[in-house]
């Protein structure tokens, strides 16, 4: 069955580290994007990327930071520098990037704070 | 910026009631609307998506309307089931060239036996 992976689906951050969030798709979709959700709050757009190699800032890129070496793989980088990263993260993709192509998510990862 | 809001924030209804949702937007030029639905602690569902140039849009006991000139839409549930209870979100598409979606904060619906 076609995709999207996220992984793990918990996740803890020590003070001063990095961590890492995989999303993996096999839709052969083009786009894929990456959203924060707070308790009570919508999706906040964090990056996106339209193709391989290219990526752009969403709402509230500042301490993330992302890849896009390969079609299907989109990894999320939450840095020491985001100070408040206890979140839901979500990923999506859709097939391309213009408005008439409904984006897909995986199941998130939960970040939080040792 | 647009800015997404639905009403009600919460929803409790029994079972087989019909309802609705409503999701407001503040610039007009958007170029379509999705709703999605969310369980807890699970990714989202997309559930209907209504281009610009449509009115409504059906998925079984779904109906989706979108009103651009008055910034809203509505997502009407027929005979409601427990397997409903869920949170819905609204989310619109800014422009024409850019994917980018922007969402409401959600209705948490329950529906009880």
């Known amino acids: 069955d076609g995709g999207i992976t996220q992984s793990p689906k918990y996740l803890f951050r020590k003070e001063g580290q990095n961590v890492t969030l995989s999303c993996e798709q096999n839709l052969n979709h083009d786009a894929m994007y990456w959203y924060r959700q707070d308790p009570g709050q919508g999706l906040r757009l964090i990056y996106y990327?339209?193709?391989?190699?290219?990526?752009q800032k969403g709402d509230i890129a500042e301490g993330y930071s992302v890849s896009r070496e390969k079609k299907e793989s989109f990894p999320l980088t939450v840095t020491s520098a985001q100070k408040n990263p206890t979140a839901f993260y979500l990923c999506a993709s859709s097939l391309g990037q213009r408005g008439n192509q409904p984006q897909h998510f995986g199941d998130g990862t939960r970040l939080s704070i040792l | 910026k647009q800015e997404v809001t639905q009403i009600p924030a919460a929803l409790s209804v029994p079972e087989g009631e019909n309802l609705v949702l409503n999701c407001s937007f503040t610039?007009?030029?958007?170029?379509?609307l999705q709703w999605f639905r969310q369980d807890p602690g699970k990714g989202l569902t997309s559930l209907l998506l209504i281009q610009s140039s449509q009115r409504e849009q059906t998925s079984g006991r779904l109906n989706a309307s979108l009103d651009k000139s008055s910034g809203r839409s509505t997502l009407y549930i027929a005979a409601s089931q427990p397997g409903d209870s869920a949170t819905y979100l609204c989310?619109?598409?800014?422009?024409?060239?850019?994917?980018?979606?922007?969402f409401g904060r959600g209705t948490q619906l329950t529906v009880w036996p």
């Open positions: 610039d007009s030029a958007i170029y379509n």
């Open positions: 989310a619109v598409y800014r422009g024409s060239t850019l994917g980018r979606l922007y």
């Open positions: 990327s339209q193709i391989v190699n290219d990526f």
